[in-house]
């Protein structure tokens, strides 16, 4: 069935580098893209999002990269800070769609 | 703070019984999700209400149920409970109905063990 994948279940960086993390999905129908962040014993948080007419979207520290060719999806954390270990969720849903269908997660460990 | 609030954070009961989870949606959000987290499923979506009525439901078992009330509060029902039901269950709300039109923001989520 459809679905939303990440490539790397856990991705360890150093703090003050660049992270990318990515994900995957094989909807060709999905219209918008979102990526959350959850830390330990909390929710997902909003971090980001795309809608499938753009390439591109940066926030603070964040960018995220939409390659509907082949269906990718990317995260990328300027400057790793250790607040920023967590586990990074894509998340897709379409027009046609009524929810939000979750990747299971990559988690980002951010060492000293 | 996303705004969303659940209650109980922890609940911890027995196979067979009932509980039921409760979710404040942030000020002026009219969309409440319902989602269960589990280690081998990830984060899946159940259920859907907007302005009191059921939008859309996802992976939901029989046994659970969901309502949204006139103050826009929602409560999730998980009855005749299993070992399997052990999870996180989030709510999440939105203004719109339309999942693509408005961001989901996420409550800190209720841990139901059962034992």
Known sequence: GESVGLHLPTLSVQEGDNSIINCAYSNSASDYFI??????????QFIIDIRSNMDKRQGQRVTVLLNKTVKHLSLQIAATQPGDSAVYFCAEASNSGYALNFGKGTSLLVTP | DSGVTQTP????TATGQRVTLRCSPRSGDLSVYWYQQSLDQGLQFLIQYYNGEERAKGNILERFSAQQFPDLHSELNLSSLELGDSALYFCASSVERVVTTDTQYFGPGTRLTVL
């Open chain 2, 9 to 12: 954070k922890h609940l911890i």
């Open chain 1, 35 to 44: 990526w959350y962040k959850q830390e330990s014993g909390k929710g997902p």
